[in-house]
């Protein structure tokens, strides 16, 4: 007697196998069912959590053929333990890209008042900012913009971005600013005294930065209020700059601020 297998399905109707993909930090996917598109940042037992562009979580379980991935379906599944995760986003928050070179630089520039500022934006934007193909100049100060905007003669292709401290309607360093302010140049500012401002105090363990009495060395006074060293104010920096992880350590004042200048350079 000939044996028949207990399937009688005709081989055309039956699913085709998908690859397996394991659900690694990063990973960016779509759940057909919703339309959702994200970024995995999550693998648990049974579920996967995604984060779309906006920074909506969702929770999907890992069922089979459930994802698509560049428009193929897969079947993810839990990354195999043993050897350290790699980070699902780089310090800005943006989604990382793992092996990633920096590209040819741009002929547009961003400038950052003063050495601190910069020193900030390189440890949070550090990795954007050279995919992107953006270099970050320093700008000792704002008596020094129109010079800076003369000689770089921002247009089209060679956008200019701006970042200054304490930019305050109707202040000389205001109306500089206006003064420069193009179709192609940019100049933005936060609204803190001083850079330091803009780290949350959370992050340092203090529940607030201290009040400077008007006159006096903003950063000399903070350091005695705090009972640091105030003879050193390079090196107070230091270690408040080596408590800033990522975006999340920095006020919401300064991230859209350099968020803008790094659109407006790379648009």
């Known amino acids: 007697m000939r044996q028949y297998s207990a399937d009688l399905t005709p081989s055309w109707k ?5 690859p397996e ?23 648990e037992a049974g579920t996967v959590t995604l984060e779309d562009r906006f920074g909506k979580h969702r929770v999907f379980p890992l069922e089979p053929r459930g994802f698509l991935l560049e428009g193929r379906t897969v079947t993810l599944v839990r990354p195999a333990s043993g050897g350290p995760a790699r980070p699902a986003r780089t310090a800005s928050g943006s989604v990382a890209v793992p092996g990633a070179r920096a590209r040819v630089a741009r002929a547009g520039r961003i400038y950052v008042e003063g050495r601190h500022d910069a020193e900030l934006v390189e440890k949070v934007w550090g990795d954007d900012l050279r995919v992107e193909g953006v270099v970050v100049e320093y700008l000792e100060g704002v008596d020094d913009l129109p010079s800076v905007v003369e000689e770089f003669a921002p247009g089209p292709d060679a956008r200019l971005g701006v970042l200054v401290d304490h930019l305050v309607p109707g202040t000389k360093e205001w109306r500089i600013a206006q003064s420069v302010t193009s179709e192609h140049a940019l100049v933005v500012g936060h609204p803190y005294i001083d850079v330091w401002e803009a780290v949350k105090p ?5 529940e ?3 009040r400077v009495p008007h006159g006096q060395d903003w950063k000399t006074g903070v350091c005695r209020a705090l009972g640091w060293p105030s003879d050193n104010t390079g090196a107070a920096w230091q270690a408040i700059l080596a408590r800033v992880g990522s975006y999340k350590d920095l006020e919401p004042e300064l991230l859209g601020r350099v968020e803008e200048l790094i659109d407006f350079v790379t648009g």
């Not at 659900?23 to 339309?35: D, I, Q």
């Not at 959370?202 to 203090?206: E, N, P, R, Y």
């Open 208 to 210: 607030a930065w201290p």
């Open 14 to 18: 039956k699913p085709q196998p998908v």
């Open 202 to 206: 959370s992050a340092l363990g203090i």
């Open 21 to 43: 993909v394991a659900a690694e930090p990063g990973l960016v996917v779509e759940e057909p069912g919703s339309g959702f598109c994200g970024a995995v940042i999550r693998c």
